[in-house]
Protein backbone atom coordinates (compact mmCIF):
# COMPACT_ATOMS: atom_id res chain seq x y z
CA UNK A 1 0.00 0.00 0.00
CA UNK A 2 1.48 3.76 -0.59
CA UNK A 3 1.96 6.05 1.27
CA UNK A 4 -1.05 7.99 0.60
CA UNK A 5 -3.01 4.72 0.80
CA UNK A 6 -1.74 3.78 4.10
CA UNK A 7 -2.63 7.14 5.70
CA UNK A 8 -5.98 6.88 4.41
CA UNK A 9 -6.27 3.20 5.68
CA UNK A 10 -5.71 3.94 9.21
CA UNK A 11 -4.95 8.18 9.49
CA UNK A 12 -1.98 10.02 9.31
CA UNK A 13 -0.80 9.21 13.13
CA UNK A 14 -1.68 5.66 12.62
CA UNK A 15 0.34 5.37 9.19
CA UNK A 16 2.72 7.12 11.11
CA UNK A 17 3.23 4.73 13.88
CA UNK A 18 2.88 1.78 11.65
CA UNK A 19 6.16 3.31 9.07
CA UNK A 20 8.11 3.66 12.82
CA UNK A 21 7.25 0.37 13.99
CA UNK A 22 8.63 -0.89 10.30
CA UNK A 23 11.68 0.87 11.10
CA UNK A 24 12.25 0.34 14.07
CA UNK A 25 11.70 -3.71 14.67
CA UNK A 26 15.11 -4.61 12.75
CA UNK A 27 16.87 -3.00 15.76
CA UNK A 28 14.91 -5.10 18.37
CA UNK A 29 15.00 -7.93 16.79
CA UNK A 30 19.08 -7.48 16.88
CA UNK A 31 19.03 -6.15 20.43
CA UNK A 32 17.27 -9.42 21.59
CA UNK A 33 20.39 -11.25 19.96
CA UNK A 34 23.02 -8.99 20.81
CA UNK A 35 24.30 -6.27 18.53
CA UNK A 36 27.47 -3.59 18.13
CA UNK A 37 27.51 -0.40 16.72
CA UNK A 38 30.39 0.09 14.34
CA UNK A 39 31.31 2.93 11.85
CA UNK A 40 32.18 2.23 8.51
CA UNK A 41 34.92 4.59 7.78
CA UNK A 42 35.58 5.86 4.25
CA UNK A 43 38.62 7.96 3.23
CA UNK A 44 39.48 9.39 -0.25
CA UNK A 45 43.18 9.36 -1.11
CA UNK A 46 45.52 9.84 -4.16
CA UNK A 47 48.43 7.25 -4.05
CA UNK A 48 48.18 7.16 -0.05
CA UNK A 49 48.15 10.77 0.34
CA UNK A 50 44.52 12.42 1.43
CA UNK A 51 42.36 13.76 -1.16
CA UNK A 52 42.23 17.66 -0.03
CA UNK A 53 40.74 20.78 -1.38
CA UNK A 54 44.25 23.20 -0.71
CA UNK A 55 46.78 20.64 -2.56
CA UNK A 56 48.01 19.59 -6.05
CA UNK A 57 48.47 16.45 -7.12
CA UNK A 58 50.87 15.59 -10.04
CA UNK A 59 51.80 12.72 -12.73
CA UNK A 60 47.92 11.67 -13.02
CA UNK A 61 46.30 9.87 -15.72
CA UNK A 62 47.78 8.73 -18.81
CA UNK A 63 48.77 12.03 -19.97
CA UNK A 64 50.80 12.79 -16.47
CA UNK A 65 48.45 15.60 -15.84
CA UNK A 66 48.28 18.00 -12.52
CA UNK A 67 44.68 17.85 -10.70
CA UNK A 68 43.22 19.89 -8.15
CA UNK A 69 40.00 18.56 -6.29
CA UNK A 70 37.13 20.96 -7.01
CA UNK A 71 34.21 18.64 -5.55
CA UNK A 72 33.64 14.48 -4.43
CA UNK A 73 30.81 13.34 -2.64
CA UNK A 74 28.62 10.30 -3.06
CA UNK A 75 25.40 8.24 -1.96
CA UNK A 76 25.79 5.13 -0.41
CA UNK A 77 23.11 2.70 0.16
CA UNK A 78 22.47 -1.29 1.52
CA UNK A 79 25.95 -1.12 3.51
CA UNK A 80 26.26 -4.59 4.67
CA UNK A 81 29.26 -6.78 6.56
CA UNK A 82 29.26 -10.24 5.61
CA UNK A 83 30.73 -13.07 7.66
CA UNK A 84 33.41 -15.85 6.85
CA UNK A 85 30.63 -18.03 6.02
CA UNK A 86 28.95 -15.67 3.28
CA UNK A 87 25.97 -14.70 5.71
CA UNK A 88 25.67 -10.46 5.23
CA UNK A 89 23.96 -8.19 7.66
CA UNK A 90 22.83 -5.16 6.53
CA UNK A 91 23.20 -1.98 8.83
CA UNK A 92 20.51 -1.05 11.18
CA UNK A 93 21.62 2.84 10.31
CA UNK A 94 21.71 5.14 13.13
CA UNK A 95 19.27 8.25 12.21
CA UNK A 96 20.80 11.02 12.78
CA UNK A 97 18.52 13.68 10.42
CA UNK A 98 21.31 14.61 8.86
CA UNK A 99 23.74 12.62 6.75
CA UNK A 100 21.93 8.91 6.92
CA UNK A 101 18.76 7.75 7.42
CA UNK A 102 16.41 4.54 6.91
CA UNK A 103 13.60 4.30 5.27
CA UNK A 104 10.37 2.36 4.09
CA UNK A 105 9.87 1.99 0.22
CA UNK A 106 6.78 0.10 -1.36
CA UNK A 107 8.53 -2.72 -4.25
CA UNK A 108 5.52 -4.69 -6.19
CA UNK A 109 3.05 -4.79 -3.31
CA UNK A 110 5.37 -5.01 -0.30
CA UNK A 111 7.02 -2.87 1.81
CA UNK A 112 11.13 -3.29 2.08
CA UNK A 113 13.66 -1.11 4.08
CA UNK A 114 15.95 1.04 2.66
CA UNK A 115 18.80 2.64 3.88
CA UNK A 116 20.90 5.52 2.41
CA UNK A 117 23.94 7.79 3.49
CA UNK A 118 26.17 10.69 2.20
CA UNK A 119 29.88 10.95 2.45
CA UNK A 120 31.07 14.25 1.72
CA UNK A 121 34.80 14.91 1.32
CA UNK A 122 35.30 18.37 0.25
CA UNK A 123 35.63 20.73 2.96
CA UNK A 124 35.14 24.18 0.91
CA UNK A 125 38.93 25.33 1.40
CA UNK A 126 41.17 26.09 -1.56
CA UNK A 127 39.86 25.12 -4.72
CA UNK A 128 36.60 23.30 -3.75
CA UNK A 129 35.30 27.03 -2.51
CA UNK A 130 31.99 26.14 -3.86
CA UNK A 131 31.41 23.82 -1.15
CA UNK A 132 30.68 23.64 2.40
CA UNK A 133 33.18 23.06 5.40
CA UNK A 134 31.25 20.12 6.63
CA UNK A 135 32.61 16.59 5.72
CA UNK A 136 31.19 13.29 6.26
CA UNK A 137 33.35 9.87 5.90
CA UNK A 138 31.43 7.65 7.44
CA UNK A 139 28.27 5.08 7.84
CA UNK A 140 27.05 4.40 11.36
CA UNK A 141 24.40 1.04 12.24
CA UNK A 142 24.05 -1.59 14.48
CA UNK A 143 24.86 -5.16 13.34
CA UNK A 144 24.89 -8.84 15.28
CA UNK A 145 28.13 -8.84 17.63
CA UNK A 146 30.10 -11.53 15.55
CA UNK A 147 33.60 -11.84 15.79
CA UNK A 148 34.36 -12.84 12.06
CA UNK A 149 33.27 -10.10 9.97
CA UNK A 150 35.63 -10.21 6.96
CA UNK A 151 33.75 -8.59 4.05
CA UNK A 152 31.81 -5.30 3.19
CA UNK A 153 29.11 -4.51 0.51
CA UNK A 154 27.23 -1.29 -0.59
CA UNK A 155 26.09 -0.08 -3.69
CA UNK A 156 26.60 3.48 -5.33
CA UNK A 157 23.33 4.83 -5.71
CA UNK A 158 19.77 5.92 -4.21
CA UNK A 159 17.11 3.41 -3.67
CA UNK A 160 15.17 3.48 -6.96
CA UNK A 161 12.36 4.02 -5.34
CA UNK A 162 13.63 7.61 -4.28
CA UNK A 163 15.64 8.34 -7.12
CA UNK A 164 13.17 10.68 -8.97
CA UNK A 165 11.44 12.52 -5.91
CA UNK A 166 11.69 16.09 -6.03
CA UNK A 167 14.82 17.33 -4.59
CA UNK A 168 12.59 19.77 -2.60
CA UNK A 169 10.53 17.48 -0.86
CA UNK A 170 12.41 15.08 0.06
CA UNK A 171 14.58 14.74 3.65
CA UNK A 172 18.03 14.69 4.41
CA UNK A 173 20.97 13.29 2.78
CA UNK A 174 18.37 13.53 -0.28
CA UNK A 175 18.11 17.40 0.12
CA UNK A 176 21.34 17.92 -1.49
CA UNK A 177 20.52 20.74 -4.65
CA UNK A 178 24.42 19.56 -6.19
CA UNK A 179 23.91 16.07 -6.00
CA UNK A 180 20.67 16.42 -8.23
CA UNK A 181 20.55 16.15 -12.00
CA UNK A 182 17.38 17.96 -13.53
CA UNK A 183 17.96 16.82 -16.87
CA UNK A 184 17.42 13.31 -15.73
CA UNK A 185 15.18 14.14 -12.44
CA UNK A 186 17.56 11.86 -10.45
CA UNK A 187 20.51 12.15 -8.33
CA UNK A 188 24.17 11.87 -8.62
CA UNK A 189 25.52 9.18 -6.98
CA UNK A 190 28.87 10.20 -7.01
CA UNK A 191 30.43 13.77 -7.86
CA UNK A 192 33.82 14.24 -8.42
CA UNK A 193 34.53 17.19 -10.17
CA UNK A 194 38.54 18.03 -10.45
CA UNK A 195 40.27 21.12 -12.45
CA UNK A 196 43.11 19.26 -14.59
CA UNK A 197 46.27 21.04 -16.41
CA UNK A 198 45.44 24.46 -14.38
CA UNK A 199 42.28 25.15 -15.21
CA UNK A 200 39.86 22.65 -17.19
CA UNK A 201 37.35 20.95 -15.99
CA UNK A 202 37.01 17.84 -15.59
CA UNK A 203 33.75 15.46 -14.10
CA UNK A 204 32.73 11.66 -13.16
CA UNK A 205 29.01 11.99 -12.52
CA UNK A 206 27.44 8.39 -11.75
CA UNK A 207 23.87 8.22 -12.42
CA UNK A 208 20.67 6.71 -14.26
CA UNK A 209 20.75 7.12 -17.78
CA UNK A 210 18.33 7.52 -20.67
CA UNK A 211 15.54 8.94 -18.43
CA UNK A 212 12.27 10.07 -19.39
CA UNK A 213 9.14 11.16 -17.34
CA UNK A 214 9.38 13.64 -14.49
CA UNK A 215 8.67 13.13 -10.69
CA UNK A 216 5.00 13.51 -11.36
CA UNK A 217 3.95 10.89 -13.71
CA UNK A 218 7.24 8.79 -12.94
CA UNK A 219 10.44 8.54 -14.13
CA UNK A 220 11.76 5.52 -16.64
CA UNK A 221 15.31 4.54 -17.79
CA UNK A 222 17.13 2.81 -19.49
CA UNK A 223 20.29 2.13 -17.04
CA UNK A 224 19.78 2.88 -13.74
CA UNK A 225 23.74 2.17 -13.06
CA UNK A 226 24.43 1.21 -9.62
CA UNK A 227 26.90 -0.84 -8.94
CA UNK A 228 27.31 -2.80 -5.97
CA UNK A 229 30.73 -3.51 -4.21
CA UNK A 230 31.81 -6.39 -3.00
CA UNK A 231 35.04 -6.06 -0.57
CA UNK A 232 37.06 -8.64 1.16
CA UNK A 233 39.25 -8.58 4.29
CA UNK A 234 37.18 -6.04 5.54
CA UNK A 235 37.38 -5.98 10.04
CA UNK A 236 35.10 -3.53 11.20
CA UNK A 237 37.23 -0.73 13.72
CA UNK A 238 40.53 -1.83 11.76
CA UNK A 239 39.83 -1.37 7.95
CA UNK A 240 38.65 1.55 6.23
CA UNK A 241 37.20 1.91 2.53
CA UNK A 242 39.45 3.93 0.19
CA UNK A 243 38.64 5.84 -3.02
CA UNK A 244 42.01 6.53 -4.88
CA UNK A 245 42.20 8.72 -7.86
CA UNK A 246 45.32 8.22 -9.20
CA UNK A 247 43.88 4.41 -9.76
CA UNK A 248 40.30 5.53 -10.86
CA UNK A 249 42.09 8.04 -13.58
CA UNK A 250 45.18 5.65 -15.01
CA UNK A 251 44.17 5.46 -17.96
CA UNK A 252 42.54 9.01 -18.47
CA UNK A 253 44.31 11.46 -20.83
CA UNK A 254 42.99 14.76 -19.92
CA UNK A 255 44.44 16.29 -22.44
CA UNK A 256 42.68 15.04 -25.21
CA UNK A 257 39.03 14.72 -23.31
CA UNK A 258 36.34 16.87 -24.45
CA UNK A 259 36.69 17.59 -28.11
CA UNK A 260 33.22 19.49 -27.99
CA UNK A 261 32.04 17.59 -31.27
CA UNK A 262 32.46 13.51 -30.58
CA UNK A 263 32.86 14.15 -27.14
CA UNK A 264 31.04 17.22 -26.15
CA UNK A 265 31.88 17.15 -22.23
CA UNK A 266 35.17 16.47 -20.27
CA UNK A 267 35.06 13.84 -18.58
CA UNK A 268 31.72 11.13 -18.03
CA UNK A 269 28.56 11.33 -17.22
CA UNK A 270 27.81 7.93 -17.28
CA UNK A 271 26.25 7.49 -20.94
CA UNK A 272 26.62 4.39 -22.53
CA UNK A 273 28.10 5.91 -25.77
CA UNK A 274 30.40 7.86 -23.58
CA UNK A 275 33.92 7.32 -24.83
CA UNK A 276 35.55 8.49 -21.41
CA UNK A 277 33.19 6.37 -19.39
CA UNK A 278 35.01 2.92 -20.80
CA UNK A 279 37.92 3.34 -18.04
CA UNK A 280 35.84 4.17 -15.56
CA UNK A 281 32.49 2.89 -14.81
CA UNK A 282 33.95 -0.82 -13.97
CA UNK A 283 35.58 0.94 -10.92
CA UNK A 284 31.94 1.53 -9.83
CA UNK A 285 30.75 -1.83 -10.46
CA UNK A 286 29.79 -1.58 -13.81
CA UNK A 287 30.80 -3.62 -16.61
CA UNK A 288 33.80 -4.89 -17.00
CA UNK A 289 37.60 -3.52 -17.37
CA UNK A 290 41.15 -4.29 -16.52
CA UNK A 291 40.61 -2.83 -12.73
CA UNK A 292 37.67 -3.92 -10.69
CA UNK A 293 36.89 -2.76 -7.12
CA UNK A 294 38.50 -4.18 -4.78
CA UNK A 295 42.00 -4.90 -6.37
CA UNK A 296 45.49 -3.35 -4.64
CA UNK A 297 45.58 -0.86 -7.49
CA UNK A 298 41.61 -0.51 -7.70
CA UNK A 299 39.71 2.83 -7.43
CA UNK A 300 37.65 1.46 -4.50
CA UNK A 301 39.45 -0.87 -2.04
CA UNK A 302 40.20 -2.01 1.54
CA UNK A 303 43.03 -0.63 3.80
Known amino acids: MAARGLSAALGWEGARKHLLLVLVAPALLLACGGERQVAIQFAAQVRGEPLRCDASYEKIGASKTTLQLLDFKAYVRGVALVRENGEKYPLVLEQDGHWQRETVV ?62 EWVEPPLNVPSMWWSLTN ?10 AGGNRPYVFHLRADGCTGTPDIGVNCSAENQGTIFLKGFVPGQSRIVFDLAALFAQTDFEHSGDGMTDPVAGCL ?11 LPQVGLGSGPITPGRADAFIRVE
Open 106 to 167: MRKGRRHRETVAMLDFEDGAGTCNTGSPETHTEVVGLVPDFDDYTGVEFTLGVPPELNHKNV
Open 186 to 195: GYRFLRLDVR
Open 270 to 280: SSADDPECASL
